[in-house]
Nanobody, 124 residues
Framework: QVQLVESGGGLVQAGGSLRLSCAAS????????MGWFRQAPGKEREFVAT????????YYADSVKGRFSISRDNAKNTVYLQMSSLKPEDTAIYYC?????????????????WGQGTQVTVSS
């Protein structure tokens, strides 16, 4: 079992930056692929980024490519999402998720554990 707790959300102006963190409990974190997803009001949850167990592979949604960066520190059981050049359309609740497999290209059904989410609001 893995518990995930996100932090780092908040209110930021368009063009600004935020870094989200996701702290995981459990000894198996380092073997799991990790992902970030988001859900805007009235919309379905969508994939943002994913990273393999050893950071060897990353994959991004086209909408965030070049602006967001996912990373992880297995020694700290933490995964990060660095968000830059934020746009109002990035406003959403951001969720961290863990996949018991070592790699995922971001299909929601791949992910077994989910955090409670952190709100990101980008003002224009």
């Amino acid at each position: 079992q893995v518990q995930l707790v996100e932090s780092g959300g908040g209110l930021v102006q368009a063009g600004g930056s935020l870094r989200l963190s996701c702290a995981a409990s459990g000894r198996t974190f380092s073997s799991y692929a990790m992902g970030w997803f988001r859900q805007a009001p009235g919309k379905e949850r969508e994939f943002v980024a994913t990273i393999s167990w050893n950071s060897g592979n990353t994959y991004y949604a086209d909408s965030v490519k070049g602006r967001f960066s996912i990373s992880r520190d297995n020694a700290k059981n933490t995964v990060y999402l660095q968000m830059s050049s934020l746009k109002p359309e990035d406003t959403a609740i951001y969720y961290c998720a863990a996949d018991r497999g070592s790699w995922s290209t971001g299909a929601i059904d791949d992910f077994d554990y989910w955090g409670q989410g952190t709100q990101v609001t980008v003002s224009s």
